[in-house]
């Protein structure tokens, strides 16, 4: 059973810092790509980044250089830092595992299998 636990979210100004994290259980993020991704409201799903299995990361535009991505093998854990809030970041963050081990990082939903719950993420202005 492949189990994705997100922590870290909540309210912070415009410029803050905040970083989220994802805990694995049943899926190792030795062999697996891990992404995160958002959703605002009255707005589709979209892609923030992800880590590879080799530890490769690739952002999206929109935060390229504020939202650092790492893991911690030892803990199965993967982190989003992140840096320099905007407004239009608020959004519902997820974190998901990709369907096959030794994958390439994908922005498409369908090579996800398993997503966590969801943590808020609101900054004000």
């Known amino acids: 059973q492949v189990q994705l636990v997100e922590s870290g979210g909540g309210l912070v100004q415009d410029g803050g810092s905040l970083r989220l994290s994802c805990a694995a259980s049943g899926r190792p993020f030795r062999t697996y790509g891990m992404g995160w991704f958002r959703q605002a409201p009255g707005k589709e799903r979209e892609f923030v980044g992800g880590?590879?299995?080799?530890?490769?990361?690739t952002y999206a535009d929109s935060v390229k250089g504020r939202f650092p991505i790492s893991k911690d093998g030892a803990k199965n854990t993967v982190y989003l830092q992140m840096n320099s809030l905007k407004p239009e970041d608020t959004a519902v963050y997820y974190c998901?595992?990709?369907?096959?081990?030794?994958?390439?990082?994908?922005?498409?939903?369908?090579?996800?299998?398993?997503w966590g719950q969801g943590t808020q993420v609101s900054v004000s202005s």
């Open positions: 998901a595992v990709q369907h096959y081990a030794y994958g390439i990082i994908s922005a498409s939903e369908s090579e996800y299998a398993y």
């Open positions: 880590i590879g299995w080799s530890g490769g990361i």
